[in-house]
């Protein structure tokens, strides 16, 4: 019989910076399930090492890993001397909390501005010539018009943490202008929340959760007593603060769809931003309602002030996204919730 030559595809290989936190390990996953091969490197300061069980228990395929602390030249270096067939990387390692970062700016603009400077010079240093960088809505202050879009324009940031966004945007910008062989895209998050549905990798917030949604889950779980609820004066039908929640697994899609938007040369210039949302604005008040209706469980809740530094009310317009990205959110937000819950419970 006539031998078939058997082409065997190469698989890409994807650097994901801070891929055992949050969103990093959903998107390995979803890496995974797209054919990619992932090496994951992050100094485990706000995420564990058995994150790495739980995407391999998804997909049986445990990812690659080194302990690195990108924000420091020499052990940036080492690390990419070990893996010289990276063709792109998806950068989230970053020091993520509001709250810390207007305590201590300087480990915020250390930290965060020193990973994405070293990771830009390893790309230049090894052929490296494809990022996706991981921004957030924050970087759009709270807007004068609503739905955001991508040419509303960017404010002054509401906390040192979103000024770092704005700031590693502006780097991106600038150094793929210097230097054309390189091209980044920025995904502007809006709020993230729940866990993949295996329940066997979700939000692990170390200590007491800032967010709403673990928060939340906590309080339900009986670790928490009960749920402030951060201001209902605000102007919005029901009083509380509205924000565009997005499923985690959505939004560890629209990563891919990204990276092979530059692997395959479809990107329009060599530096792209995109809102990464689901379109629609829910209050506090009403992801309670959610939860309690999808899950069957009360939630513990008061009201009490508002919290300093929260913007009142902020949701994506994401038909750029969807048109040009050709992404769309895709689960709905009693799922979500659901979801949050189930991970919550093997805690
Ligand atoms: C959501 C809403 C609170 C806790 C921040 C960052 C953003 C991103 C996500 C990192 C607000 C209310 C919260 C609670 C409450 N960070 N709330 N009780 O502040 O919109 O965004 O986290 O990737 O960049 O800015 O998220 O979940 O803290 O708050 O009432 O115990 O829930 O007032 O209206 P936020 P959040």
Known sequence: MKQRNQ??????????????????????????????????????????IEVLDGIEGITGIRPLFDKVDLSRKNECDEFFKRY?????????????????????????????????????????EHNIPNLVFSSSCTVYGQPNKLPVTESTPRKEAESPYGNTKSICEDIIRDVVKAHPELKGIALRYFNPIG???????????????????????QTVAGIRSELSVFGNDYNTPDGSCIRDYINVVD????????????LQDRNKNNYEYFNVGTGSGVSVLEIIESFERSTGEKVP???????????????????????????????????TLLSAWNWQKTL
């Open 7 to 48: 082409e065997i595809e190469m698989k890409k290989r994807v650097l994901v910076s801070g891929g055992t936190g949050y969103i990093g390990s959903h998107t390995a996953v979803e890496l995974q399930n797209n054919g990619f091969d992932v090496v994951i490197a992050d100094n485990l300061s706000n995420s564990k």
């Open 84 to 124: 010289d067939d990276i063709e792109a990387i998806i950068h989230f390692a970053a020091s993520k909390a509001v709250g810390e970062s207007v305590e201590n700016p300087l480990l915020y603009y250390r930290n965060n501005i020193n990973s994405l400077i070293n990771i830009l010079e390893a790309m230049k």
């Open 195 to 217: 866990a993949h549905p295996s329940s066997k990798i979700g939000e692990l917030p170390l200590g007491v959760p800032n967010n709403l949604i673990p928060f939340l889950t």
């Open 251 to 262: 939004l560890a899609n629209a990563h891919v769809v990204a990276i092979e938007r530059l």
């Open 301 to 335: 809740h008061k009201i009490v002030g508002r919290r300093a530094g929260d913007i009142e009310q902020i949701y994506a317009d994401t038909s750029f996204s969807n048109q040009e990205l050709g992404w769309k959110a895709e689960k709905s937000l009693d799922e």
